[in-house]
């Protein structure tokens, strides 16, 4: 099983940016696709992006198509997510996790961590 720590959050103004990083433990780690999901103050978690095994694929969505970019580094066992042009609405506590497709949705497959807050003041 990976297990995993989210780092990076903070507080940033609208516009501005910051970049996340999820170190995960475990000789796993390069054989899951990995996703970042993130969950807002009385909503559920949400899908943000994900990339494939290899580095080589990734997908969005739809929000935040544009502005954040997920890559990985397979030799450090770590998932990034920068995030530029950021909005008020972008404030949640941001969480990544070996992630799988079903049905065009997108789950996270392990135990959650703790998570990283990210405030985005408008």
């Known amino acids: 099983q990976v297990q995993l720590v989210e780092s990076g959050g903070g507080l940033v103004q609208a516009g501005g940016s910051l970049r996340l990083s999820c170190a995960a433990s475990?000789?796993?780690?390069?054989?899951?696709?990995m996703g970042w999901f993130r969950q807002a103050p009385g909503k559920e978690r949400e899908f943000v992006a994900t990339i494939s095994l290899s580095g080589h694929s990734t997908y969005y969505a739809d929000s935040v198509r544009g502005r954040f970019t997920i890559s990985r580094d397979n030799t450090k066992n770590t998932v990034y997510l920068q995030m530029n042009s950021l909005k008020p609405e972008d404030t949640a506590v941001y969480y990544c996790?070996?992630?799988?497709?079903?049905?065009?949705?997108?789950?996270?497959?392990?135990?959650w961590g703790q998570g990283t807050q990210v405030t985005v003041s408008s």
């Open positions: 475990g000789r796993t780690f390069s054989m899951y696709a």
């Open positions: 996790n070996p992630a799988e497709n079903r049905g065009s949705r997108w789950y996270g497959l392990g135990s």
